[in-house]
């Protein structure tokens, strides 16, 4: 969307009597730590809104090439980092140059947004061509004043730009034409903007631009594809909470932002409601947590009653990649069981479900796998984020135990993370659980990795991911040590599947 003179937004359009995309967490954390991620669209601030917004904002754009006004001297100070943006083919009075543009920049930018969805007739309204012969101007600009480029922020749009009689109304069938057009043109990241309002949408277009291979911007989202009378405040939170927990912990998104502070478009929106005063929703943005949580409590294996697939094994539910899943096959009741290794203190568990999630399910802990009890149950979940906080249990053992899918489909989990503290266990009980583990050693390690498992354990196969969730080595006749020296440095996880079927998993660090 666009401003249609200074700082001002424009006019959202329906298609299909919806209203159109644009791209898209958990509780507050204990202590907050500012996401350098998270921003917000939004032009008209007032100083006191930048200082309420601070602490969990790292940067803003307002659709112009210079700051508003009003929180020109402000937000430096505040750890905030403005965004320039070329919106359209014009600036003040004429078509852009690459004099008057870099006259307005702040010297203190490092990027450069590119148009605003110029695939829209009501927006900057530039067909690919027309965006790709003008682009060299934002070149030039960036060359000048060592900015990275963001590409044109692209959406589904209803009335579009043509050209040889094709219509534009997809992002990738825009931007694909575009590149076309300027094969050497510079593009440093991909933006883009959504409305939907279901993660599993957002997930949806994110992966199409994931095509690009460059680091993504989603420049503008918040639910907006329902009638208004279904946009309720519940709900607005509840896909905010959603989306914000799966855009920190996606790898490919580089950075986004809400839209807006403030807006009469789109039902509850808003982040701000009086000068300086945050909304609910808005408390909700600024006090989510950032990335993944520290102090979370890993297990040393993970088991389930069974699995769909041989890629959407248990282990995937506490690899820390948000693209892979666990999955239960199609019946009920299933379920998930961590092992801890020794008994720990268990005070919040956060589940991040994929579509076909849990109607209703029981979180149970155990001493030794044998005897559960069950801490809480959760009836007519609606998926997305559970944050189950406030517990006061101890376990070895962590199990979910579905009851009710909310599907035709199994019980599907993209990550489940606990937290607590560990339990001084008695001396006679340490040496059973720290034998039901799989040690690695040397760790860090340089050329091999040695396994221990416990008892009389036989190897069935070893996998190896790398630290973003890609499956880097395989080996299906494992012995006790590993040749990890073809591995580049960094933080990897090891799966071992045993001859029973169980899976033990363990981190490890290649130097």
């Known amino acids: 969307m666009k401003p249609n003179s ?5 006019s959202r359009q329906l298609v299909g009597g919806m209203l159109l995309v644009l791209l898209i967490g958990a509780g507050p954390a204990a202590a907050q730590t500012k996401s350098p991620k998270r921003g917000l669209a939004y032009g008209y601030h007032s100083a006191a809104d930048m200082q309420v917004l601070a602490p969990g904002i790292s940067w803003w754009y307002n659709w112009a090439s210079q700051p508003d006004a009003g929180v020109a001297g402000v937000y430096p100070g505040l750890g905030v980092e403005y965004v320039p943006m070329q919106w359209g083919r014009n600036l003040g009075s004429g078509t852009v140059t690459a004099n008057q543009l870099a006259a307005t920049i702040p010297n203190s930018s490092r990027y450069l947004l590119g148009f605003n969805e110029p695939n829209f007739l009501s927006q900057a309204n530039l067909t690919p061509s027309q965006a790709a012969a003008l682009w060299p101007v934002l070149e030039e600009v960036a060359r000048r004043k ?32 575009f590149f076309a057009a300027c094969p050497s043109c510079r593009v440093d990241y991909i933006a883009v903007h959504t409305y939907v309002c279901e993660e ?26 329902l009638p208004a009378s279904q946009i309720t405040l519940p709900a607005q939170q509840k896909y905010l909470l959603d989306a914000v927990n799966y855009l920190e912990k996606e790898p ?6 809400w839209f807006s502070g403030r807006n009469n478009e789109i039902p509850n929106i808003n982040l701000l409601g009086n000068s300086g005063q945050l909304t609910a929703l808005g408390q909700q943005y600024v006090s989510l947590p950032a990335g993944w949580e520290p102090g979370r409590i890993r297990p040393v294996s993970i088991t389930a009653s069974s699995q769909e697939s041989t890629s959407t094994n248990a282990a995937n539910a506490t690899d820390e990649n948000i693209n892979t899943r666990w999955g239960s096959t199609f019946a009920d009741p299933q379920y998930l069981t961590l092992d801890f290794g020794s008994l720990q203190q268990i005070s919040r568990v956060q589940f991040s479900w994929e579509a076909a999630y849990a109607k209703d399910y029981q979180l149970q802990t155990s001493p030794d796998g044998l005897t559960w009890t069950t ?8 998926g997305g984020v559970d944050n189950l906080t406030g517990l006061n249990a101890r376990g070895r053992y962590l199990r979910l135990y579905g009851t009710r899918r909310a599907t035709a489909y199994g019980y599907s989990l993209w990550e489940i993370e606990v937290f607590g503290g560990s339990v001084n266990a008695p001396l006679a009980t340490r040496g059973r659980q720290n034998a039901e583990a799989l040690h690695l050693y040397p760790n860090p390690a340089d050329t091999e990795l040695h396994l221990v498992l416990p008892g009389n354990t036989r190897l069935r196969r070893l996998t190896v991911t790398d630290a973003l969730g890609r499956l880097v080595l395989t080996s299906t006749a494992p012995g006790d040590a590993l040749n990890i020296a073809a591995l580049p440095a960094g933080l990897y996880v090891l799966r071992a599947t045993t001859t029973d079927h169980r899976q033990l998993t363990q981190r490890f660090m290649k130097r």
Do not use: H, M
């Open 6 to 10: 200074g700082f001002q937004r424009g």
């Open 146 to 177: 060592n900015l990275a480029l963001v590409s044109p922020a692209v959406n589904y749009c209803g009335s579009c730009v043509s050209e040889n009689g094709v219509t534009y109304y997809s992002p990738t069938q825009y931007l694909d034409a």
């Open 200 to 225: 599993r949408w957002l997930r949806e277009k994110i992966a199409e631009l994931k095509r690009y291979n460059k680091p993504i911007w989603l420049t503008e989202f918040a639910c907006g594809d």
């Open 252 to 257: 490919a998104i580089f950075r986004y932002a």
């Open 375 to 382: 801490i809480q149950t959760v009836l007519n979940g609606d």
